[in-house]
Each structure stands twice: as structure tokens, then as C-alpha cells.
Nanobody
């Protein structure tokens, strides 16, 4: 069973950068698409970014396009999310997830395994 653990969250000011990492301790997700989602208080979980099994395809939510970059290192079974030019509206708990398939999915239903999340707080 895939076990995902996120790290790298924190509290920053608007305009700053953070880099989130997700480690697959069981090393079983290398052939799966991976994604990052976020959930703000009182809101539904939403897609942020996704990457295919080999990194050849990436997708981003319109709200983060041009500011966030997803990448993966299959040899280390890690997925990262580089977040630049952070805004207060990026404040949320960020979750890493392993997809059911090798391709990118933008829907929560396309993911089977989830990490426990890491908090990102962006202040003015």
C-alpha cells in the first residue's frame, strides 16, 4: 500500500516561495500519476497540479498556472511542488495523492492514496 507523506509547509508572507515535497515510503507509486490538491477551511478539496508517471505531462489549476511547478523524481519516489509568488488565497492544507492510473487526473476521484497534508499559510 502506498504511504505518502508531505513536508515543506509553513507560514510565509505574500510574494514568498515554498517548496512542498511528498515521499512515498513504500516506493510503490513510481508508475502512477501524482497530484497535489489543497483544501481551505470551509471549502472543498481542489486540484492544484498533477504529473504523469514519467513526468511527460503536467496539468495545473488556472489559479496557480505560471506560479507553481510540479516535478517528480522516480528514482527517489518523490514529488515536489514549487510554489512561487504566493498569495493569501493560496492558504490551505496541501495534500499529495497517487493516481489510479499512470496519466494525470484533475479529479479527486482519480486518486487512490492520499497523504495527511501540510499546512501552507500566506499572510499579507
Amino acid at each position: 500500500q502506498v504511504q505518502l507523506r508531505e513536508s515543506g509547509g509553513g507560514q510565509v508572507e505574500a510574494g514568498a516561495s515554498l517548496r512542498l515535497s511528498c515521499a512515498d515510503s513504500k516506493r510503490t507509486s513510481s508508475n502512477n500519476g501524482m497530484g497535489w490538491f489543497r483544501q481551505a477551511p470551509g471549502k472543498e478539496r481542489e486540484f492544484v497540479a498533477g504529473i504523469s508517471w514519467n513526468g511527460g505531462d503536467t496539468r495545473y489549476a488556472d489559479s496557480v498556472k505560471g506560479r507553481f511547478t510540479i516535478s517528480r523524481d522516480r528514482s527517489k519516489n518523490t514529488v515536489s511542488l514549487q510554489m512561487d509568488s504566493l498569495k493569501p488565497e493560496d492558504t490551505a492544507v496541501y495534500f499529495c495523492a497517487a493516481a489510479l492510473r499512470a496519466s494525470v487526473s484533475t479529479a479527486t476521484s482519480g486518486y487512490r492514496y492520499w497523504g495527511q497534508g501540510t499546512q501552507v499559510t500566506v499572510s499579507l
